[in-house]
């Protein structure tokens, strides 16, 4: 083992399955289409990979899915092999475990990929259930008294709106402006373009989200390689390098979240639904970067709901606490404004296969600085910022990427 602490890590390959209803492809399936097409976007030797991350499925979840994954793309004798279960904020923290294990000399290569059937797959309805309803919330606390997890973030959004006097019209600019995105995305899920109209007169889900509020339900998946950035360099593609990264927790449960409720006497709580620990590990990333929100020329900020998304803007620093719902105005998010935002559509309308959703939104951030986005790229794209976040809002990760 060569220890090599100041090695600079990029992602060298990246690759995504179709997205969206994939009848009769069972995940495992569609996990090893997205490894292999990061493995020859990268043109590495699959000898060379050894280290291999994943997550597990929601509707076949198992603890060991990574030596399944690993003996399905005949990648053995890993020195980093492991299932992250940390939901729909893996991949960031995936991101950092590869940067370590490559830095420390025990992994040349690392593999981090993920894939879902949620929309189609066995389990139809069970897994769609558990998961878009209970989710990974407690069973014992929460679930019995009808909580599900858009409920959990229509509580977030209604605090941000008494607090701040966010708007619906506000959330709703946000999906417009992925939908407008996904337009531009012959992958994407759903192209239709929306307007803030649509989103407003859409089903009401909890209030106040409606429909096209939330995240979509998909089939697909993704896959990223990580290495040095000097091995990089000799490879097929352009490099992007990872800049900086932090990531985050709080509380797991809602009445902690929400201030405290029930937490040891004495235990002072910093967080709560509407001032996330998201700005701890965007200032990590950001410190470790060299870098301020000003710089970044495209965001790919994680959207299982609008209000997801709104209240990044004011952890991240792209605008005051308060000021998320201004700021999405006038087109700002979309591109062609000041700070464009999920270029792919974003959970919200490119995909959002349950926990592998998260992925795509890096996938997008190297092909932004690979300026390879077609109508939807970003001119001169040099900086990227992505972020991953699950168990509403309270794990975080943030990842500053930039073009080699």
């Not at 879902?116 to 769609?128: F, K, M, S, Y």
Request: charged content about 20%.
């Amino acid at each position: 083992m060569s220890l090599r602490p100041n090695a600079e890590v990029a992602i060298v390959g990246v690759g995504e399955t179709a997205v969206g209803k994939l009848p009769g492809q069972h995940s495992t399936r569609l996990y090893i289409e997205a490894a292999k097409r990061a493995i020859d976007d990268a043109g590495i030797d699959k000898s060379e990979i050894d280290g291999l991350l994943t997550t597990a499925s929601v509707v076949d979840d198992n603890v060991r899915h990574h030596m399944v994954i690993s003996e399905h793309l005949g990648l053995f004798c890993k020195t980093l092999c492991d299932t992250l279960r940390t939901g729909g904020a893996a991949f960031g923290y995936a991101f950092q475990l590869a940067q370590w294990a490559v830095q420390s000399g025990r992994c040349r290569a690392v593999l981090v990929v993920a894939a879902d059937n949620l929309l189609t797959g066995p389990g139809l309805g069970q897994g769609v259930t558990a998961y878009t309803e209970l989710g990974a919330h407690s069973l014992e606390f929460e679930v019995p008294f009808g909580a599900h997890i858009p409920g959990f973030y229509a509580l977030v959004a209604q605090r941000h709106m008494h607090e701040y006097g966010t708007k619906p019209e506000q959330l709703a600019a946000i999906a417009v402006a992925c939908r407008k995105h996904a337009s531009l995305n012959p992958a994407a899920q759903k192209r239709d373009p929306i307007t803030v109209d649509d989103v407003l007169n859409s089903r009401m889900i909890s209030t106040p989200l409606r429909m096209l509020d939330c995240s979509l339900i998909s089939d697909g998946g993704g896959a990223f390689i990580v290495t040095t950035l000097e091995r990089a360099r000799n490879l097929r593609q352009r490099p992007i390098r990872l800049l900086g990264a932090g990531q985050a927790h709080s509380y797991y449960h809602m009445g902690h979240l929400a201030g405290g409720v029930g937490l040891p006497p004495g235990h002072k709580n910093d967080f709560n639904l509407t001032n996330t620990v998201q700005r701890v590990a965007a200032r990590d990333a950001f410190g470790e970067a060299g870098v301020t929100p000003a710089d970044i020329d495209v965001a790919e900020i994680y959207d299982s709901f609008t209000i997801t998304a709104l209240m990044q803007f004011e952890e991240l620093g792209f605008c005051k606490k308060g000021e998320a719902g201004s700021f999405v105005e006038g087109g700002r998010i979309e591109l062609g404004g000041e700070l464009p935002v999920n270029t792919h559509g974003g959970l919200l309308s490119f995909a959002h296969p349950g926990m592998p959703g998260g992925i795509f939104h890096l996938i997008e951030g190297v092909r932004q600085l690979r300026h390879e986005c077609g109508p939807r790229q970003v001119p001169d794209a040099s900086l990227a910022l992505v972020t991953n976040v699950s168990a509403v809002a309270s794990n975080h990760s943030v990842c500053i990427l930039g073009r080699d």
